[in-house]
């Protein structure tokens, strides 16, 4: 059976740093892009963070998490990972993490799988 399982959020105050997980289960991340997502509430779903596959290995993020956060992936444990460091209120939100077979640039709606999402709150 085909799922992502995600794990780490949680509340946080400003400044803080939360490690969230991403792991994959009836399929090999190897061959896919990863994305993090987050969605605010009333406010659209936004791409945060992605990391192409395994043979490219490229990383991308959101200008606003620049610097603060990292994304990487295990491949031996089938899971990606979200450094999220120097944490703002801005950052609160539900994180979603998908995956595509073919590549960061896809958009939101063509990931092929989701994650059920895991909450992170920033408040002090």
């Known amino acids: 059976q085909v799922q992502l399982v995600e794990s780490g959020g949680g509340l946080v105050q400003p400044g803080g740093s939360l490690r969230l997980s991403c792991a994959a289960s009836?399929?090999?991340?190897?061959?896919?892009?990863i994305g993090w997502f987050r969605q605010a509430p009333g406010k659209d779903r936004e791409g945060v963070s992605c990391i192409s596959t395994m043979s490219d290995g490229s990383t991308y993020y959101l200008e606003s998490v620049r610097g603060r956060f990292t994304i990487s992936r295990d491949n031996a444990k089938n899971t990606v990972y979200l450094q999220m460091n120097s944490l703002k209120p801005e950052d609160t939100a539900v994180y979603y993490c998908a995956a595509d077979l073919f590549s960061c640039s896809s958009p939101p709606e063509a990931y092929d799988y989701w994650g059920q999402g895991t909450q992170v709150t920033v408040s002090s």
């Open positions: 009836g399929f090999t991340m190897d061959y896919y892009a």
